[in-house]
């Protein structure tokens, strides 16, 4: 079992960048899928960003390619996502996920730990 916690989050005007942090506990995150989702306010949570197990294959949603950016550190628990040139519509709350499928998978069922989520808001 992994337990998660994010931080980072905030409140940001547009064009800005944030970093966001999750540390995992438990001696096994190295075989985790790590991922991220967000839930905009009314709406589902929906994929953000994955990263396999070893960290060498990422996948990312549309809505992000070429301004968000997923890695992980296996030795130190912990992985990140770097948001770049946000918008208001990446505002949200993010969740930081694990699971021990391979990354293909990128739907919230197929996640089975799940942090508490951040606050990212973005102004206009």
């Known amino acids: 079992q992994v337990q998660l916690v994010e931080s980072g989050g905030g409140l940001v005007q547009a064009g800005a960048s944030l970093r966001l942090s999750c540390a995992a506990s438990?001696?096994?995150?190295?075989?985790?899928?790590m991922g991220w989702f967000r839930q905009a306010p009314g709406k589902d949570r929906v994929f953000v960003a994955d990263?396999?197990?070893?960290?060498?294959?990422?996948l990312y949603a549309d809505s992000v390619k070429g301004r968000f950016t997923i890695s992980r550190d296996n030795a130190k628990n912990t992985v990140c996502l770097q948001m770049n040139s946000l918008n208001p519509e990446d505002t949200a709350i993010y969740y930081c996920?694990?699971?021990?499928?391979?990354?293909?998978?990128?739907?919230?069922?197929?996640?089975?730990?799940w942090g508490q989520g951040t606050q990212v808001t973005v102004s206009s």
């Open positions: 996920a694990a699971t021990v499928r391979s990354y293909y998978y990128t739907k919230s069922y197929d996640y089975n730990y």
């Open positions: 990263i396999s197990a070893s960290g060498s294959s990422t």
């Open positions: 438990g001696p096994t995150f190295s075989r985790y899928t």
